[in-house]
């Protein structure tokens, strides 16, 4: 096993009435002016809006309201913000949304409190921001677990890239199921095979033997299979809702990466086809995995015959390691095909060639959990999602 240190910073509350108690509990002492910072409207649409302001009202705070946070957040709406922040002097930013307003609010969170641009900082001088105004997450789109990690991924239109910058960590998380319910189904479903993602680029990091994390995943795993499942059925069960966002709380804070060096590599595809399509990025991923695997597991049979095993409860019998992870990626492409999350980049009205060689040529190389990828692999790889 790995040596490893485990803390966490992110404090979370969790069901019904959630929000009430974070809101009573967490504002003392944080000065008066709050930033309430949400996206395209959703949340005065579903009553959560109001709702939130209620309780900061009660807590006697100041509203400064802070909208149109876009999914795939680009660095201009951060610098929007962190202007916003410095001009009305505001004391906390509380995210209400999914991952894009709270990966936005994590980076206005730094840039707020500094005159350097946080962007070149981070990839110029490999300087990373140690300051921040603090802030605090309602989460009504579960899937990123960006309510769980001080990483925010941010699109910077100039250089065309999206990419994960290094923010603040929320100090406390309202994870209220009840505040999903009006998520669109087809955001539920890219939601959780998000979070199925995450597990997945952490279980097939290193080290390959079989441990505690990775025993973990394979519950998480199973469970966000079997809720989404449920949910196909009934988008209404509560239920499922519940447990898809714990599952994706529980893929990013941290427990299933204790003594594992992670992978991400189809994450770090899919944000720069992003970067260049602005498309859902749970379908994207969708798209990527089963061709991804398709092309790596052969340096890494075992993992993916115990994922086949575990995970999608194939029998082993009469079936080399190697014909089981094959089965494994079998079984996670018709499982993508059976919720309804697109197989091909062509269902999400990608085509252009020419675009995704730029994808190859500028998105992140990981070090790789099975096996380190080429640039020309990358190309291949998208050049069989089409
Ligand atoms: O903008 P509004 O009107 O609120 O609508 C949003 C948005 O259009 C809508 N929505 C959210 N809650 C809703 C709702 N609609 C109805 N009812 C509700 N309760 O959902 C749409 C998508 O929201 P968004 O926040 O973009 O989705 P998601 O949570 O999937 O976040 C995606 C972003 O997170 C990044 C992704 O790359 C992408 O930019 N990620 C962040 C991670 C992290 N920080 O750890 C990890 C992930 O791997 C991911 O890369
Ligand atoms: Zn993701």
């Known amino acids: 096993m790995n040596d490893f240190i485990y803390s966490y910073p992110t404090k979370v509350y969790f069901g019904k009435g959630a929000a009430e108690k974070a809101l009573s509990h967490e504002l003392t002492g944080t000065g008066k002016t709050v930033m309430l910072a949400y996206g395209g409207g959703s949340v005065k649409k579903s009553g959560v809006y109001d709702e939130i302001c209620g309780y900061l009202k009660k807590q006697g705070k100041e509203i400064v309201d802070f909208s149109g946070i876009m999914p795939n957040p680009t660095y201009r709406k951060v610098q929007e913000g962190a202007a916003l922040a410095k001009e009305k002097k505001v004391d906390f930013i509380l995210a209400v949304g ?57 699109t910077n239109e100039e250089t065309r890239q999206k990419t994960g910058v290094l923010g603040a960590s929320a100090r406390f998380a309202v994870l209220d199921p009840a505040y999903t319910m009006s998520l669109p189904e087809k955001q539920v479903v890219s939601g ?37 499942r449920v949910l196909k059925k009934n988008m209404e069960d509560m239920g499922a809702r519940s447990e898809l966002m714990w599952a994706s709380a529980m893929g990013e804070n941290g427990i ?111 070090a790789g959990c099975c096996k380190k990828l080429s640039r020309e692999e990358i190309y291949e790889i998208l050049e069989e999602c089409l």
């Open 256 to 366: 299933l990466k204790i003594g594992k060096v992670t992978d991400f590599q189809a994450h770090q595809i899919e944000h720069q086809l992003g970067a260049y399509t602005d498309c859902n990025h749970g379908q994207g991923l969708a798209v990527i995995h089963p061709v991804f695997y398709r092309h790596i597991y052969k340096g890494g049979v075992k993992q993916f015959a115990r994922f086949a095993e575990q995970v999608w409860g194939i029998r082993t019998e009469g079936k080399t390691e190697e014909e089981l992870a094959e089965a494994g990626i079998r079984a996670l492409a018709d499982f993508i095909r059976e919720i309804g999350l697109p197989s091909t980049l062509g269902e999400m009205g990608i085509s252009d060639k020419e675009m995704l060689r730029k994808v190859a040529d500028t998105c992140n190389i990981t």
């Open 192 to 228: 959780a095979f998000d979070t199925l993602s995450h597990c997945m680029e952490t279980y097939f990091g290193r080290p390959e033997e079989l441990n505690l994390s990775d025993e973990i995943a394979e519950a998480v795993m199973r469970n966000v299979i079997r809720n989404l």
């Open 98 to 154: 999914g991952g894009s307003v709270i990966d936005c609010c994590k980076i206005i969170a730094a840039q707020a409190v500094t005159e350097e641009d946080i962007w070149k900082m981070e990839f110029t001088d490999h300087i990373y921001p140690t300051e921040y105004l603090p802030m605090g997450a309602v989460v009504t789109a579960s899937g990123t677990g960006a309510e769980m990690n001080n990483g925010a991924v941010i």
